[in-house]
């Protein structure tokens, strides 16, 4: 298996913009997790899914983030419209629960820069 | 997101010397485990211990478990220059919710 796929790897954006941020999860897993990673905030998770069901969003910092999973091999993390604030590497996660095991494997993350 | 704790935030060692980096957790576990980030890349899985193991080693990687003080190790032996990188640790409750450390930031000198 290839690993957890994010696209793109960087994305430069100007603020007030559309951003689409894409992840294919391992094929099996059926946990699905974003992460966002600042210097300043460490690494926070903003949503998470299970069986394409978002599970928890509280971690979602505004309306302006939103995250899709239409199915078991794709989601989307949008940010409409961008703020410089939002500049961070973005990660996506997966895992498939097993006898206790949780190990959540990342993808390389999206650096996302808005200006 | 509830985060653990980790100490120290920032270590430097000389090459050859032992790291070891603490991680306190507040909630029941499943599991915990170790990740490494190296500078500008992805997370990469080191080591899982589950919530009735104490204690487990994978190379030169030791990680220790107490779930009385809620805590765990790190150990990592005869460091080298390529272990530098910033350490994690996640606790897994029994919602399979990952809870992050702050990181440890571990500078190997040559």
């Known amino acids: 298996d290839a690993g957890v796929i994010q696209s793109p790897r960087h994305e430069v954006t100007e603020m007030g913009q559309e951003v689409t941020l894409r992840c294919k999860p391992i094929s099996g897993h059926d946990y699905l997790f974003w992460y966002r990673q600042t210097m300043m905030r460490g690494l926070e998770l903003l949503i998470y899914f299970n069986n394409n069901v978002p599970i928890d969003d509280s971690g979602m910092p505004e309306d302006r983030f939103s995250a899709k999973m239409p199915n078991a091999s794709f989601s989307t993390l949008k940010i409409q419209p961008s703020e410089p604030r939002d500049s961070a590497v973005y990660f996506c996660a997966s895992s498939r629960p097993h006898r206790g095991s949780t190990e959540a494997f990342f993808g390389q993350g999206t650096r996302l820069t808005v200006v | 997101s509830q985060q653990g704790e980790e100490d120290p935030q920032a270590l430097s060692i000389q090459e050859g010397e032992n790291a070891t980096m603490n991680c306190s957790y507040k909630t029941s576990i499943n599991n915990l485990q170790w990740y490494r980030q190296n500078s500008g890349r992805g997370l990469v899985h080191l080591i899982l211990?589950?919530?009735n193991e104490r204690e487990k080693h994978s190379g030169r990687l030791r990680v220790t478990l107490d779930t009385s003080k809620k805590s765990s190790s790190l150990l990592i032996t005869a460091s080298r220059a390529a272990d530098t990188a910033s350490y994690f640790c996640v606790s897994s409750d029994s919602n399979y919710q990952l809870i992050w450390g702050a990181g440890t930031k571990l500078i190997i000198k040559p």
């Open positions: 211990i589950r919530s």
